[in-house]
């Protein structure tokens, strides 16, 4: 069973530019969470998406978004980027219910915002 | 305070000894605790759940939670250099609402296994 697939691996922007990213879950699973990871922060709950639906939210600018597609893909999009936005963005998928707590993380986009 | 505390380390255990990893957390509420390996430059990895008070054993890892004292712990036994990795502990807290997708993460502890 193929894992979670984050695409791009790595990516480099200046300030001011958007970026988009993408994620792929784990087949079956339909709850898809993103993550960002900086040395200074940790792990930081972006946002989840189920069905399409964003249902919960963490304690980020408007910047930064998200969606959910039919085939529970999911993207991430992040606009005028800031210098701090440099982190691991980290997507995790996981099945629904009881299970949604296991969360299955894929590789992760590096980004660099110089 | 901080929601889940863990000690940074770096803790370092000759191996074949027992690496005891801890965690405690703020909200005394809370249900589901979970333990991910992460290795340099890789993504992190579940390796133990708990949900109940006491222990929970997997191979060479041990779970402990303590939900009085609001305490979730890891033990490995006779590690190996290859346990070397940052270890992150996790909580589902219960305070705030809606949890969809969201784990609280420590700041991890990095452990070093020596030959």
């Known amino acids: 069973k193929a894992g979670v697939t984050q695409t791009p691996r790595y990516l480099i922007k200046t300030r001011g530019q958007q970026v988009t990213l993408s994620c792929s879950p784990i087949?079956?699973?339909?709850?898809v969470s993103w993550y960002q990871q900086t040395p200074g922060q940790g792990l930081q709950f972006l946002f989840e998406?189920?069905?399409?639906?964003?249902?919960n939210k963490g304690n980020f600018p408007g910047r930064f978004s998200g969606r959910q597609f039919s085939n529970s893909r999911s993207e991430m999009n992040v606009s005028t980027l800031e210098l701090g936005d440099s982190a691991l963005y980290l997507c995790?998928?996981?099945?629904?219910?009881?299970?949604?707590?296991?969360?299955?993380f894929g590789s992760g986009t590096q980004l660099s915002v110089l | 305070q901080k929601e889940v505390e863990q000690n940074s380390g770096p803790l370092s255990v000759p191996e074949g000894a027992i690496a005891s990893l801890n965690c405690t957390y703020s909200?005394?509420?809370?249900?589901?605790f979970f333990w991910y390996r992460q290795y340099s430059g890789k993504s992190p990895e579940l390796i133990m759940f708990?949900?109940?008070?006491g222990d929970k054993e997997d191979g060479r890892f041990t779970a402990q939670l303590n939900k009085a004292s609001q305490y979730v712990s890891l033990l490995i036994r006779d590690s190996q250099p290859s346990d070397s990795a940052t270890y992150l502990c996790?909580?589902?807290?219960?305070?705030?609402?809606?949890?969809?997708?969201?784990?609280?993460f420590g700041q991890g502890t990095i452990l070093t296994v020596h030959p």
């Open positions: 909200d005394r509420g809370s249900q589901s």
């Open positions: 998406y189920f069905s399409e639906t964003q249902r």
């Open positions: 995790a998928s996981s099945l629904e219910g009881a299970g949604w707590e296991k969360l299955f």
């Open positions: 708990i949900y109940s008070n």
């Open positions: 087949s079956g699973h339909r709850s």
């Open positions: 996790a909580v589902n807290l219960k305070a705030g609402g809606t949890s969809y997708g969201k784990l609280t």
